[in-house]
């Protein structure tokens, strides 16, 4: 009986540490592939179809948020034409640079925050789903980084641009 208890906790407290560690040393290992450039390291990281569908439907949505008949036209527009645009910027270099600085398309960064650095907080959203917060030096927001759970580690699936750093 001693035995299974303590088999139970142990399997408990494996479960915990992967639960609240993983998240972290996903985000980490993501920010240290994108530091180092290593192109193979984020290929692995991330979910590029999952990654270029949230690219996608924010394209489409920050058109369509211009409101009127142009906004409907911009939102049509990007529909029809953003996915080859996302195709192209939606690539392991770009991400990096996302993870980085903090923009999908280098330069997009405003002036002030550029040499800045952009650190992370990691917002739990159950077992499957978890949210990396980036926020720059001077309190800044940052990018939004969402991961989904593949088996026991974690991929990017997408982000939301903070309003401030989208234009």
Known sequence: MKKLLALIILIALAFGGW??????????????????QDVAALEEKVDFPAFRASASDQLTTVAREQGGPLGELGGALAERFGGDLIDRAVTPENVGNLVASGALIGGLVPERLRTQELGWDVERDGLDHFRAVGTFEDGTAGPILLFRRDGLGWKLTGFELVRTLSF
């Open 19 to 36: 639960y609240f560690a993983s998240p972290w040393l996903a985000m980490r290992s993501l920010a240290d592939a994108a530091q180092a």
